[in-house]
């Protein structure tokens, strides 16, 4: 019997080369697994004017995914600190929040949203609708406790992440909403202005818009610009 060398070595090295791929492909595989249970570090600016109670909140995020990383007083600009440090989460722990801090908050909320949880001794309803509205994801009254302190931050979390969802959702239903009536009013035009079926002007517009690589929308806008012009 006579052995063909080169073409069973030819073998072997490719039976070789397919192990170590597929091993490389389950360590790749392994690893990508280890990423994804990696839970990410969550950044602090917190605001409190007594250091023994930032200290304690301190302890009680010890060995979870919140990190202290800045403690800054009432009185420094809110807004120079958040520009500066870019927290993930801000936390302001003080008995009566000022105006300043509600403006500063409302900025924060309108150009920079980031989940806010504030520890407070003020009841007030009306007070607490204001901060509310101003962006706060979590506002809490009365004494801190250790045990409630991270439960309290991964509902703010929770609750921060779900609105600026329905944010984006609601924005882009508008966006389609404002682009369908584009549409619509370049159609009708189109309609009136060349005695088109409704059917014909759509497959105008959509030719225009592939033939120049523009959104559909885009091309409405064009049309009703020059179609009101004649």
Known sequence: MVIKFGSWLAKVKLRKFIIMAWKDSLQYTSSLKQQKNVIPELRILLIDENRQRAESLTSALNNSRYKINHLANPDMSLL???????????????????????????????????PIVMFSGEKDTDTINQYIESGVSAYVVGDLQADRVKPILDAAVARFREFQKLKVELSDTKQQLASR?????????????????????????RKTAMDTGQKLDDVAKTLISFLNTI
């Open 80 to 114: 120079k600190q958040v520009d500066e440090i870019q927290p993930d989460i801000i936390v302001i722990d003080i008995e009566s929040p000022s105006r300043d801090i509600l403006e500063s908050l409302s900025t924060i909320s309108h150009y920079n949203p980031k």
């Open 181 to 205: 009536n584009l549409i619509d009013q370049a159609k009708r035009l189109l309609m009136k202005k060349r005695n088109l079926s409704e059917d014909d002007a759509f497959k105008a517009m």
